[in-house]
């Protein structure tokens, strides 16, 4: 069975979110018989300006004769007042498609078009306040990669939508597939929708008050680490350290400090043979279930499968 993609483009739409229609064009490689068939559609056709300069050429929507399997929004430039014949292609198609799927801001369409409205939705961390007040009706989840609710998928920024397409080939072809695809791709297999976000990468505020109180963070895992204690390496008082982190950091002390204590944690389970009890109280959690529920946020696995697989990658080299 062939499945149709459409993905639905606009002026200003996201370049790097094409990304993701490579992931349907490969999968169509690996066997004697195509497995989608992949549709650039736009309002009036022909060439449509997205970012970076690139044009990419498209045919109508009116092109569309049969409603496809999967309708896949990209993000872009879609904080403006958006033409309602793309809302109502949105939301007349989508209804008559077995999914549809947004990737970053392209939520922001999705919701304009009422498609979204009692659903869990996510994008890009930076948009997601905007699209919760904008669309009070949603349930935007901030902190993850993508998010499936039934017949919709929305995922966060860019390459985010590479694991939403690879999510998308596991749900149709299975999980061998999908991750063969990744394995091709050089990706990271598998990113669940779970996984958070954020990365301790994330972490480079611009203030030096905020990067002291990140060093201090790091020097110190294995105390509790209140808000008044990071406040004061950061030389400010609690409120004003909350307010400036968050601006600078996008999220809270509190799930910054958990990051940093994952990230510490998993360097020695995957570079130690200590139990994992004892790494759990090193890097500050305190209990194994602790940790195993912040790994979960983190990764998408607990310890112990995190340590499978750095023992597995040094085997088979």
């Known amino acids: 069975m062939i499945r149709d993609i459409a993905f639905v483009v606009f002026p200003g739409f996201q370049l790097a979110d094409l990304a993701a229609l490579n992931v349907f064009a490969l999968a169509n490689e690996r066997d004697d018989a195509p497995h989608y068939r992949l549709r650039m559609l736009s309002r009036q056709g022909g060439p449509v300006p997205g970012s970076a300069g690139v044009t990419i050429l498209t045919d109508p929507f009116a092109a569309l004769a049969t409603a496809p399997d999967t309708l896949l929004v ?101 999980g061998e597939a999908a991750r063969a695809l990744a394995r091709q791709m050089v990706a990271v297999y598998r990113r669940s929708g779970g996984q958070s976000q954020f990365s301790t990468a994330d972490l480079a505020p611009a203030s030096g008050r905020i990067q002291d109180a990140l060093a201090y963070a790091r020097r110190n895992l294995c105390r509790p680490l209140a808000l008044d204690e990071l406040a004061d390496a950061a030389r400010l008082s609690r409120r004003q350290f909350s307010r400036s982190f968050r601006a ?70």
């Open 248 to 317: 600078e950091t996008g999220q809270t002390p509190a799930r910054a400090v958990e990051q940093l204590r994952v990230q510490a944690a998993r360097e020695l389970i995957e570079g130690t043979c200590r139990p994992i009890d004892e790494i759990a109280h090193a890097s500050g959690f305190g209990d194994p279930e602790r940790m195993r529920r912040a790994f979960l946020r983190a990764f998408g696995h607990p310890p112990q499968a995190i340590r499978r697989q750095a023992r597995a990658g040094q085997a088979s080299t």
């Open 74 to 174: 990209p993000g872009g430039d879609v904080l403006g007042r958006q033409p309602p014949a793309l809302l109502d292609f949105l939301a007349a198609t989508s209804h008559a498609a077995r999914r549809t799927a947004s990737i970053c801001s392209g939520a922001f369409l999705l919701a304009a078009a009422g498609l979204a409205d009692g659903r869990g939705v996510t994008t890009h961390w930076r948009l997601a306040p905007e699209l919760q007040r904008r669309h009070p009706a949603l349930r935007v989840l901030p902190d993850r990669i993508f998010v499936r609710d039934g017949t919709l998928w929305t995922s966060a920024g860019m390459t985010a939508g590479v694991d939403l397409a690879l999510a998308l080939v596991e749900d149709d072809l299975g």
